[in-house]
Nanobody, 123 residues
Framework: QVQLVESGGGLVQAGGSLRLSCAAS????????MAWFRQAPGREREFVACISWSLSLFYYSDSVKGRFTISKDNAKNTVYLQMNSLKPEDTAVYYC????????????????WGQGTQVTVSS
């Protein structure tokens, strides 16, 4: 059973940066695709970024492309989301997800989820 714990959220002004971390335990982390999703109040969970287990494939949503970077450190069992040039519309709870399947942007394709970390961007 994979357990995921996110950290690094907080309050930041527009234009600022945050780095989210997601520490994994259990399972074979190096064989998992990892993803970040976010959910704002009253909205559905939204795909942000994902990375393949081989570290060679990445997908980003159009809304964060060029501003956010996903990375994965298999030695530390941790996936990161570096968020730069933050905007108020990035405000949401950010969730880390893991699965052993093919790279996907769909939340239903991920079996394991963290508890989420709040990111608030003030204007």
């Amino acid at each position: 059973q994979v357990q995921l714990v996110e950290s690094g959220g907080g309050l930041v002004q527009a234009g600022g940066s945050l780095r989210l971390s997601c520490a994994a335990s259990g399972g074979t982390f190096s064989k998992y695709r990892m993803a970040w999703f976010r959910q704002a109040p009253g909205r559905e969970r939204e795909f942000v970024a994902c990375i393949s287990w081989s570290l060679s494939l990445f997908y980003y949503s159009d809304s964060v492309k060029g501003r956010f970077t996903i990375s994965k450190d298999n030695a530390k069992n941790t996936v990161y989301l570096q968020m730069n040039s933050l905007k108020p519309e990035d405000t949401a709870v950010y969730y880390c997800a893991a699965d052993a399947g093919l790279l996907s942007r769909r939340p239903d394709d991920y079996d394991y989820w963290g508890q989420g970390t709040q990111v608030t961007v003030s204007s």
